[in-house]
C-alpha cells in the first residue's frame, strides 16, 4: 500500500516560505494532480516528497514510513522531469535499466523488466537509440519508461507534457491516462495547464502562493469552486466575474443594472453584501443559441464587440455593466462585431463569491 | 531532362569563399613554418642548416643529432636527456593528475553548490591566473630555498599545481554547469548515491571538459621554462625545456641538437592532444534534455 500523508509541510528558502503548511491525504492508487500558476509551490511540494528537496517543517510519509529525511533513493519512488532528464551517454535500453542495475538485480531480470516497459510503452524498436535521435513524444515515453521498469510505490510527474506541442500534448495526456490504468500506482503529478488537471485527476489540487486554495474531484471543482481564484483558474476560458451589491434579492453591478441573485443562493446572502458574481462563458448564450429557457435565468441585450469562430461554437466577446465577459454561441452561426442580441444567462449555474475574502457563499 | 538538380551559388559568393580558403592557408603557412623548420633541422646536419643561401629542400636527411643527444653515436656530447625526459614526464604527469583532481571537486562545487563567499573565491582564483607566473619566482626562489625544495621535483610539482588549479576549476566549473542538474537528480531517484550519481551520469558527461582541462594543463607544465630555469640545478629536477639550454656554448650553439631535442619535446604533447582530441569535442550532453 503506497498511501502519501503530508502533515504540515513548509518549505522555506532563507526567510522566504513558499510552502505554508499543506495538508494533504493522497489515496492508494489515486492519481492526485497539483495545479496552480507559476511560483505556487507545486513543483516545490512535488519535490519535497521525491526527496530533492529538505522540507523545513512538518511530515511525508509514504505507506507507513514517515520519509523526511530518507534520500530520494530509498522512497521507492520514481518521477518524470520537465525536461525529461534522459542519461544522454546511454541508449533507450540502458536509459530504461540504469535504476535497476543500480539496485544490482540479475540482468536477466533487468532484460525482462525493461522488456516488459518497452512494450507496454511501444519502444521495442527504439531501444538502440541515444535520447538525441528521438523525438520529443519518444522520449517522453522513455522517461515515463524508466519510472515504470522499477515498479515503484509512487510515480511523480513534474509538469511532463509542458514541453510538447499541442497535438503530441493531447496524446501524451491520453496515454499517461491508460498508463495509470494498467499499471495501478499512486500518482502525484504537477501542471499549471488546468485542462490537464480536470482530464488526469481522481482529485485535483489547486494550489496558490503555497497553500492549498482547493482540493476535490475535478467536476466538483468545476462547479463548486471555493474562491473566486479557483473559479477563474479552472475552466477555459475562464470564468466571468462581476462585481456588484446585494440589493432586493438582486446583485446591483456598477452601472445600476441588476441580475437576480441565484434561487439556492438567495438565503445566503443579506442586503448591502459586496459580492462578485461568477457565470462561465458556457452559461451565458445567445438565445436560440445553446442554453434552454427554462429554470431560473434572465435575459440581457447585449452588443458582441468581437467573435471567435471555432467551428462548431464561437467565442463572442461581449460587454456586461462597462465589464468585458465572454459568452458562448453554440452551431456554425457567424456574428458580425457590432450586432446586438439577447443573451440568456443560466443564474442557478452561476457563483455568488464575497468580495472581501473571496470565498464562494455556497460554502458558507 | 536530369531528375537531380544541383545547386550553384552566385559567383560573388564562390570568389568570397575561395578567398577566405585562401587566406586561412597563408596563415597557417605562417604559423607552420617556424614548426616545420625546427622538425627539419632536427633531421638535417649543423652545415646544411647554417648554410646561405638556405637549403629550404633537405638534401640528406639524417638521424645523427638523435643519436648525439642521447649519445649512442660516433660523437657525442654526453646530454642526460634520458633523465630531462623523465622528469618531464614525471612533473606534468604528476602536477597534471594534481590539479584535475582539485580541478574536478573544485570545479563541481562552484557549479553545483551554494556556499558563502563563493564570488569572491572564484574571482580570487581568477586574478590569480591573471598573474604572470614569472613575477613570482623571486619569491618562489625566496620561500622554496628555505624549505629546501630547489632542484626537487615536489618543488616544481607544487608550482605547477597551483599555476593550473585555476586553470582546471574554471574550465571544469563550466562543463558541470552545462550539464542540466535533473540528470543528477533523476540519477538519485532512480537509485543512486549523490556520489554514484556524480561518477556513473556527470563525469561521464564531463569526461571531455575534463580531458580539455587535463591536456592543457599538462602542456603548461611540459613546455614551462621561465620558472623551472630558476628552480632546477641538476639531472635531479631539470626539465626537456630548461635542458635545451645545454646546447648553447659560450661561442657556440648547437643548433641541430637543439632541433632534436625541441622535437623530442613536441612529440608527446602532440601525441596527448590527438589521443584526446574526440574527448574535446563538447556536446555530448546535447538531446537528453530538452534545450
Redesign the interface.
Known amino acids: 500500500m503506497a498511501e502519501i500523508a503530508l502533515k504540515g509541510v513548509m518549505k522555506a528558502y532563507g526567510k522566504f516560505l513558499v510552502v505554508h503548511g499543506v495538508d494533504l491525504d493522497i489515496a492508494h492508487e489515486e492519481f492526485v494532480v497539483l495545479v496552480g500558476p507559476s511560483g505556487c509551490g507545486k513543483s516545490t511540494t512535488l519535490r519535497m516528497i521525491?526527496?530533492?528537496e529538505n522540507i523545513s517543517g512538518g511530515t511525508i510519509s509514504i505507506g507507513d514510513r514517515i520519509v523526511n529525511d530518507l534520500?530520494?533513493?530509498k522512497r521507492n519512488?520514481?518521477?518524470v522531469?520537465?525536461?525529461?532528464?534522459?542519461?544522454?551517454?546511454m541508449n533507450v535500453r540502458e536509459n530504461l535499466g540504469?535504476?535497476l542495475k543500480?539496485?544490482g538485480m540479475a540482468p536477466a531480470e533487468v532484460e525482462q523488466r525493461v522488456n516488459e516497459a518497452a512494450g507496454i510503452l511501444s519502444l521495442s524498436s527504439l531501444m538502440d537509440r541515444?535520447?538525441?535521435?528521438?523525438s520529443?513524444g519518444q522520449?517522453q515515453r522513455v522517461a515515463m519508461g524508466?519510472a515504470i521498469v522499477?515498479h515503484p510505490d509512487v510515480f511523480l510527474f513534474d509538469e511532463p507534457l509542458s514541453?510538447l506541442d499541442a497535438k503530441l500534448r493531447g496524446q501524451m495526456r491520453a496515454e499517461i491516462k491508460k498508463l495509470h490504468q494498467k499499471v495501478k500506482t499512486t500518482v502525484v503529478y504537477v501542471t499549471h495547464d488546468q485542462v490537464e488537471a480536470m482530464t488526469l485527476a481522481d482529485r485535483i489540487v489547486v494550489m496558490r502562493d503555497g497553500r492549498i486554495e482547493q482540493a476535490g474531484a475535478p467536476m466538483e471543482v468545476f462547479n463548486r469552486p471555493r474562491t473566486t481564484f479557483v473559479a477563474t483558474f479552472i475552466g477555459s476560458p475562464p470564468m466571468n466575474m462581476l462585481p456588484g451589491k446585494i440589493n432586493a434579492g438582486a446583485v446591483q453591478l456598477a452601472d445600476g443594472s441588476s441580475i437576480p441573485i441565484p434561487e439556492r443562493l438567495k438565503a445566503k446572502t443579506e442586503t448591502g453584501q459586496e459580492v462578485v458574481l461568477g457565470i462561465r462563458p458556457d452559461d451565458i448564450s445567445p438565445v436560440g443559441h445553446g442554453l434552454s429557457q427554462d429554470g431560473s435565468g434572465a435575459t440581457l441585450r447585449l452588443t458582441v464587440e468581437l467573435s471567435e469562430p471555432l467551428g462548431m461554437e464561437s467565442l463572442l466577446y461581449t460587454r456586461i455593466a462597462g465589464q468585458e465577459v465572454q459568452a458562448k454561441l453554440y452551431g456554425p452561426r457567424l456574428v458580425k462585431p457590432g450586432e446586438t442580441l439577447d443573451f440568456r444567462l443560466a443564474l442557478d449555474r452561476a457563483h455568488l463569491f464575497d468580495t472581501t475574502s473571496g470565498l464562494s457563499l455556497e460554502a458558507a | 531532362m536530369s531528375t537531380t538538380e544541383t545547386f550553384h551559388p552566385p559567383i560573388n559568393q564562390r570568389l568570397k569563399s575561395a578567398g577566405l580558403w585562401l587566406a586561412t592557408f597563408l596563415l597557417m603557412i605562417i604559423m607552420c613554418v617556424p614548426g616545420l623548420w625546427v622538425v627539419l633541422s632536427a633531421f638535417r646536419p649543423n652545415s646544411e642548416i647554417l648554410a646561405k643561401p638556405p637549403v629550404w629542400i633537405p638534401q640528406n636527411l639524417t638521424l645523427d643529432n638523435f643519436r648525439k643527444i642521447f649519445g649512442l653515436g660516433s660523437e657525442q656530447i654526453g646530454l642526460p636527456v634520458g633523465s630531462y625526459f623523465m622528469n618531464s614526464v614525471i612533473i606534468a604527469a604528476t602536477s597534471t593528475f594534481i590539479a584535475l583532481v582539485i580541478g574536478m571537486a573544485g570545479g563541481y562545487a562552484f557549479a553545483r553548490y551554494r556556499f558563502a563567499g563563493k564570488g569572491g573565491i572564484f574571482l580570487g582564483l581568477m586574478l590569480f591566473r591573471a598573474v604572470p607566473g614569472i613575477a613570482l619566482s623571486l619569491p618562489v626562489f625566496m620561500i622554496w630555498s628555505k624549505l629546501g625544495l630547489i632542484d626537487t621535483k615536489l618543488g616544481l610539482v607544487i608550482v605547477y599545481v597551483s599555476l593550473n588549479v585555476p586553470f582546471t576549476i574554471w574550465l571544469i566549473d563550466g562543463f558541470f554547469r552545462q550539464i542540466?542538474l535533473?540528470?543528477s537528480?533523476?540519477?538519485?531517484?532512480?537509485?543512486?548515491?549523490?556520489w554514484?550519481a556524480f561518477w556513473?551520469?556527470e563525469f561521464?558527461?564531463a569526461r571531455s571538459g575534463i580531458a580539455a582541462a587535463g591536456v592543457f594543463a599538462f602542456l603548461t607544465s611540459w613546455n614551462e621554462f621561465a620558472l623551472a630555469s630558476q628552480l632546477t640545478r641538476s639531472t635531479d629536477s631539470k626539465t626537456l625545456p630548461v635542458g635545451l639550454l645545454d646546447f648553447t656554448a659560450q661561442f657556440t650553439i648547437d643548433w641541430a641538437g637543439m632541433c632534436a631535442m625541441a622535437v623530442i619535446i613536441i612529440i608527446p604533447a602532440l601525441a596527448l592532444t590527438f589521443l584526446v582530441q574526440k574527448h574535446l569535442i563538447a556536446g555530448?550532453?546535447?538531446?537528453?534534455?530538452?534545450g
Open positions: 521525491a526527496g530533492l534520500p530520494p533513493r519512488i520514481s518521477m522531469f520537465q525536461n525529461y532528464a534522459l542519461y544522454p551517454h540504469f535504476g543500480i539496485a541515444t535520447p538525441a535521435e528521438l520529443g522520449r524508466r522499477r514541453n | 542540466p535533473a540528470l537528480e533523476a540519477a538519485q531517484v532512480d537509485g543512486c548515491t549523490r554514484q556513473k551520469i561521464p558527461l555530448l550532453t546535447f538531446g537528453g534534455v530538452k
